[in-house]
């Protein structure tokens, strides 16, 4: 990973000195098992910029924010789909943006790894060492092997290393998923559920939602201008909207149900719903869940740049008739 | 007299029929359940028609909202297949109600609360049959207590 960061550096240094307004990457977090979005706009910041297994965020969606400016971004191969995504939505202009892929091996699971820590330990080092991921704290090393304490959406991935970018760093990676691992695995445990059953399960995740939309903000795919749940009305008009802004279980399930809804078959399975959740709601299980049914349903078809419910065929199963 | 109000709870729900949102296309449902009328065909009398101008015309929040605020169950009913007004309307609808009806099953709502169905103007014993069989299988479920706020 040292090399990575090294090759990553000299990358970036060479952009922003050819004309690049800034380059987004990643910069070490405030502890060590982090990493934090990073903005590099002058070729003497580059050195701020690694790459290592906790750089987990999507940093596509900044570049929304910059629709006139030359900017590099780094991605992952998970991150990559949402180039396309915005680009095929006409967000992005794909000649202004330099895309800079990195191979990833997997991105580890802090959570996981953290818990597993004796408790207080305070952690002075973390070394990435080849399959394992070394942590030492004021109470000795502990040895974590990469392959159990990566992130679900990795142990399914078949993209680690980003294709179709403008420069491609190192070598590529070998693949990181389980061929093993079905990735519906947990989708089909809930369908095999009792309608009753399925009802309690969500009702108690979906009783957490703060609804702080912070999986919407954070989707390449929710894109809009303007949601459908947050129209700019005049007060006396917020009686017509879809939710209100009380947090009630059935306004919650509208958003979360509807949200899912609208992404559907637009999901590039980056997993940042999911990770982004301050009550850590699973929502990767709704996506998925489309995202299965549309392949069963539809078949691997041709997408249309806005999604597969924005076309048809006339072959489509019929259980309606 | 006066009777108290967990009496006239009770005595409403002992009453309780299924309540059926059923969305008409236009063209044909519409037209087909104007047909069931007019031939003097019987069916109960639970439903509560919103007429579309196209069964694409149907936000799955129509479904969700109408689910969540009372009905027991609801009906989207829209041209067959190829015979849209709007030339491809239904079938985007089928499409996106494929998907939806599986999403609402998937987080807990029983499959017979959501029906679609392809009416045409001149199938107006179809849609008699649609709504009654539709009413006898609500009223084996029962109410709709699913994603309510239970005041």
């Known amino acids: ?321 | 007299m006066s009777v108290s109000k967990s009496e006239v709870m009770e005595a409403k729900e002992k009453v309780w029929q299924p309540k059926i949102v059923a969305f008409l296309c236009n063209w044909c449902s519409y037209a087909g359940a104007d047909l069931a009328g007019v031939s003097r065909l019987k069916y109960p009398p639970n439903v509560r028609i919103i007429r579309v101008p196209c069964s694409s015309r149907i936000n799955p929040q129509f479904i969700l909202r109408a689910l969540q605020r009372g009905a027991d169950g609801v009906l989207v009913a829209g041209c067959h297949p190829g015979d849209c007004h709007y030339v491809s309307g239904n079938y985007f609808t089928r499409r996106r109600l494929l998907l939806f009806k599986r999403l609402l099953e998937y987080v807990g709502y029983e499959p017979e609360r959501l029906k679609v169905r392809w009416v045409s103007a001149a199938e107006g014993a179809r849609f008699a049959d649609t709504i009654k069989e539709m009413v006898d299988e609500l009223a084996y479920l029962g109410p709709n207590i699913r994603m309510r706020e239970i005041k």
């Not at chain 1, 940042?272 to 549309?294: A, F, H, S, W, Y």
Request: aromatic share 8%; with cysteine; proline share 6%.
């Open chain 1, 1 to 321: 990973m040292k090399e990575i960061t090294e090759i990553l550096r000299r990358e970036a240094a060479r952009l922003l000195k050819e004309g690049i307004e800034f380059f987004i990457g990643y910069a070490a977090g405030s502890i060590p098992v982090s990493a934090r979005p990073f903005f590099a706009a002058r070729p003497e910041e580059v050195d701020d910029l690694v790459f290592n297994t906790f750089c987990v965020h999507n940093l596509v969606k900044y570049l929304i924010r910059y629709p006139n400016k030359r900017v590099a971004v780094v991605v992952k191969g998970c991150d990559n789909g949402a180039v396309s995504r915005l680009v095929q939505e006409r967000h992005l202009d794909r000649t202004k943006i330099t895309v800079v892929g990195v191979p990833c091996g997997g991105m580890i699971d802090r959570n996981r790894v953290l818990a597993e820590l004796p408790p207080a330990a305070r952690i002075e080092a973390v070394e990435d060492r080849q399959n394992a991921l070394v942590i030492r704290t004021g109470q000795g090393e502990h040895v974590f092997e990469k392959k159990l304490y990566v992130m679900a959406k990795c142990q399914v991935c078949a993209k680690n290393n980003p294709a179709s970018v403008d420069i491609m760093l190192g070598k590529e990676a070998p693949p990181v998923a389980d061929p093993e691992r079905d990735p519906f695995k947990e989708v089909k445990e809930i369908e095999a559920l009792e309608a009753a059953g399925k009802a309690a399960y969500w009702e108690r995740l979906i009783r957490r939602c703060l609804r702080c939309y912070a999986c919407r903000q954070v989707c390449p795919a929710c894109s809009c201008t303007e949601c459908s749940f947050e129209q700019a009305v005049p007060g006396w008009q917020q009686g017509a909207m879809w939710l209100t802004k009380a947090k009630t279980l059935p306004d919650n399930f509208h958003y979360h149900l509807i949200r899912a809804f609208h992404v559907a078959g637009r999901c590039a399975g980056c997993a940042e719903c999911e990770r982004v959740c301050p009550v850590g709601i699973p929502l990767m299980l709704l996506n998925n869940k489309l995202t299965k049914d549309i392949k069963e349903l539809f078949g691997e078809a041709p997408a249309d740049a806005c999604g597969v419910l924005c076309t048809y065929s006339p072959a489509d199963p019929d259980e309606f008739a």
